[in-house]
């Protein structure tokens, strides 16, 4: 028996209709074509599916086994077909995101806050373990998009630009360090410096400032969390070099002092880096254009 969609909603609809001429109106066919169509799937069956002498027409014991069925499939293809239409028209999908940068996260929050609320539908989630393997998950489609500031020539990546930052100097406001104008690579040699913990290749303050300059701080110290990096430099015990927005609001705070990395300051930009197909969809072209001015009002503030 070759049983077709077609034949399960013809069941359905006879059986709601009551009768064939219902049941074509339902279906958008003629009453003729309609009979045909029941005609061969009773072939096929072997068996009757109508119990024809009755008025409404009324199913037979065979005709309401294909009923159940129907019941149980034809909601579960439409629901297929409208998530489909759905990612045809770019209102559902996935956006699993890694971040490269471990201070992303206080302008990135209040973006996909942003981008929930006009994006209900899209899955969102952040893929903390893949920091360090960002790109080739990207490749490997475990996520979506990577938050990086060091763009590579990769086939089939994308690297979309979102917004430069300033790393700027922080110290305690008791550093001999507060009356400089500015810092360079030279007045990190008796500090203790505090990063995050990344390699140094990806730390800006290495790779824009003291590994061209060949100077190695007194020491170094790895930190996870930017609340406890401030709260060691509150205390004396290191100084940071970190992106300015992170420093927005306790740049002010009496505790501490902030100063631009050399004489003209530093400069980065930060990349979404996506697969060049999803470029298009229209939720990752809404998530790219919040995550280009989001951030800047916090830095501006």
């Known amino acids: 028996m070759h049983l077709e969609f077609r034949h399960l909603r013809t069941i359905k609809a006879i059986h709601d209709a009551g009768g064939l001429a219902k049941a074509a109106d339902i279906l958008h066919i003629t009453q003729s074509a309609l009979s045909h169509q029941v005609k061969g799937l009773e072939e096929q069956a072997g068996v009757e599916l109508f119990a024809r002498r009755s008025k409404p027409l009324r199913l037979s014991a065979a005709g309401l086994k294909l009923l159940r069925l129907a019941e149980r499939i034809l909601p579960e293809i439409e629901a297929t077909e409208a998530e489909f239409a759905a990612i045809r028209q770019g209102r559902v999908g996935r956006l699993h995101i890694a971040i ?49 500031s060091d763009p590579e020539k990769l086939e089939g990546i994308t690297f979309n630009p979102l917004f430069d930052y300033s790393p700027t100097f922080i110290a305690a406001a008791h550093s001999p360090l507060a009356e ?67 420093l927005r609001e306790v740049k002010y705070q009496p505790d501490y002092i902030t100063k631009p ?36 009002k916090l830095q501006r503030a």
């Open 100 to 148: 490269e940068c471990h201070a992303c996260y206080d302008w990135l929050f209040p973006v996909l806050e942003a981008f929930r609320r006009a994006w209900p539908d899209i899955d969102i989630d952040i893929r903390p373990g893949l920091a360090f393997n960002a790109l080739p998950a990207l490749a490997r489609e475990e996520v979506d998009l990577v938050i990086s």
């Open 261 to 296: 990395v050399t004489e003209n300051g530093l400069t980065k930009r930060l990349y979404a880096a996506t697969r060049a197909e999803d470029i298009a969809e229209p939720y990752m072209a809404h998530f790219l254009r919040l995550a280009r001015t989001e951030p800047v």
């Open 180 to 246: 400089k104008p500015f810092v360079v690579a030279e007045d990190f040699v008796d500090q203790t410096l505090i990063t995050y913990p990344i390699d140094r290749a990806r730390s800006d303050v290495f790779s824009l400032l003291l590994t061209p300059a060949r100077v190695t701080p007194k020491a170094h110290r790895q930190v996870e969390l930017t609340a406890v990096i401030l709260m060691l430099v509150a205390s004396g015990r290191g100084v940071a070099v970190l992106p300015d927005w992170v």
